[in-house]
């Protein structure tokens, strides 16, 4: 059989590494023969839970081509998310929890979606229906995924479905999912260790919405006004990085995972900034705090390109 | 719970009307509230189907959006095959068995795709899934939606899952499935009673093949020969409605299903025939024969995609 790579997207979290160590798991022992790769390393939450459950950091790709010709992808279909070359290689499978998106194949392919909270989830459905035993390490890198995505089911992304995963994994990988879940996450939250640089590019994303380039990038804390201190110096980060790739807003998220509060700081064109007040209010000083908002994917993304979208018809 | 429409392309096919009533039967079993429509009358072949096992013709729609604000997609994703305000509704759930092209949306929805021959054999494995009996006339539809899509199952496109899904439906919709399916597809082959322009619209679909426009359309003959008498007026046709809707390409594919075997009756731009002929070898007085080649998804499109791409590099 032809070799396969499986991978998630850029700057890889804990859900596009660790689905797609398990997806690969699952996808040998139907008969592929496929090896998880990551378009990055892994942050100090994926690190943690990797090292937990035994696992070496997946091999890190920048190319694909060079060694495949056909690719699976989970957590991701955007190229813009994707491997730099991915035009070159066929995509034969997805599994993601993303809206679909510039995502576009010449040929029929597997493609499971689903808006549950992780794609771990969608792999554990997988599992009970091809009949495949999970073993106790891949329960365990699967459950972190999920509380990872779903900052340990508070999310409003969180679903009936990831509940059960999670209850379901802890069980087969041992371990109380709260207690485990509260020490993964506080984990990623280690700011200090790190550059300015490192913070906006730690878990970030790019968006084409109606024409504009939009990255949104988030953060993990425990104490939302100790990240603030580094404020000036992370906009004037954001400003070089917007001006030097050629965004037309950056966002970035700077979320309390015990509280479920976020600040967000922005930058970018006054038109662009003009569409995110239309959708998120009034910005103050390239600042405003969003309480109760978690999630890129479920509370700002959608907003956003529907506000870029009634931009151009206005 | 708020009604959602379900449906199938344009010029519907017997996959298109009998997996959209088969879906939303079972979808309003899960709690969902919807109508299976179609976006055109059904055709010769589905018109005997529905008869069969006991169905009216779904109700015809040409917007979508003056109903609902929700609609679940079935054999298809690309918008230009889609209903005309597409762009106006947003799509909750798709299961199609079609490359994915052109295909965005604002928020995760649910999705699957299996590159199998016909959409209701991944239906088939949902009810399974679901744990939902299949009632006796659906399965007809079902199977019929499968016979039609794999000729038989005598298509390239057709998989272990289609045979099996044929088995087991025919088994339960209690009918011989090789008779049942040589009288379908039958009931799909009188071309006497239809105009040159009915011909060509009565299975056809549009491609954006690298910014060209491409018409595909397919008629089922049991007999080549009898067809090709109506060659000149059948061009004659195609060339005014290319030049009405600005296609590039315009292929009549006229299968045989009895041997699997088609002609091809083609017309368009020099350079767009060209391209066709990289593809497909060359064409005489309009017309190339194609032996063994019955599926546009597997046999035409791919093919003629590639070529497309491959032009713009040249």
Redesign the interface.
Same mark, same amino acid.
């Given at each position: 059989m032809e070799k396969e790579l499986i991978f998630g997207h850029q700057n890889p979290d804990t859900d596009a590494i660790g689905t797609a160590i398990a997806y690969s798991y699952l996808q040998n022992k139907l008969g592929y023969n496929t090896e998880a790769v990551a378009l990055g390393n892994p942050n100090d939450e994926t690190a943690f839970a990797l090292k937990k459950f035994g696992f070496k950091a997946p091999r890190v790709i920048k190319t694909a081509a060079n060694e495949v010709n056909k690719v699976m992808l989970v957590d991701h279909n955007e190229p813009q998310q994707s491997v730099s070359d991915i035009e070159k290689v066929s995509v034969t499978h997805v599994i993601d #929890? #993303?809206?679909?998106?510039?995502?576009?194949?010449?040929?029929?392919?597997?493609?499971?979606?689903?808006?549950v909270g992780c794609t771990s989830t969608i792999l554990w459905k997988l599992y009970k #229906?091809f009949n495949v035993q999970i073993p106790q390490n891949i329960a365990g890198i699967m459950l972190s995924a999920i509380i990872s995505d779903t900052l340990l089911l508070k999310s409003p992304t969180t679903t009936s479905d990831d509940r059960q995963a999670v209850e379901a994994l802890a069980s087969i990988a041992g371990v109380d999912y709260a207690e485990y879940g509260l020490e993964e996450l506080k984990a990623g939250t280690n700011i200090k260790s790190k550059s300015e640089e490192d913070l906006i590019n730690l878990d970030a994303k790019s968006f084409d919405l109606n024409g504009k380039a939009i990255r949104v990038a988030q953060i993990n804390v425990v104490d939302l006004s100790e990240a603030l201190t580094r404020k000036s110096a992370l906009l004037k980060t954001m400003e070089t990085t917007s001006s030097t790739d050629h965004y037309d807003l950056f966002m970035l998220l700077i979320t309390n995972v015990l509280d479920s509060d976020s600040v967000v700081l922005i930058c970018g064109s006054n038109e662009a900034k003009n569409v995110f007040e239309h959708a998120f209010g009034e910005v103050h000083d390239s600042q405003i705090s969003l309480p109760g908002i978690v999630s890129r =994917? =479920?509370q700002v993304?959608?907003q956003l390109?529907?506000a870029f979208?009634l931009e151009v018809n206005l």
């Open positions: #929890h #993303h809206r679909i998106m510039n995502f576009d194949t010449s040929s029929p392919l597997f493609y499971i979606a689903e808006p #229906h =994917k =479920k993304v959608p390109t529907e979208n």
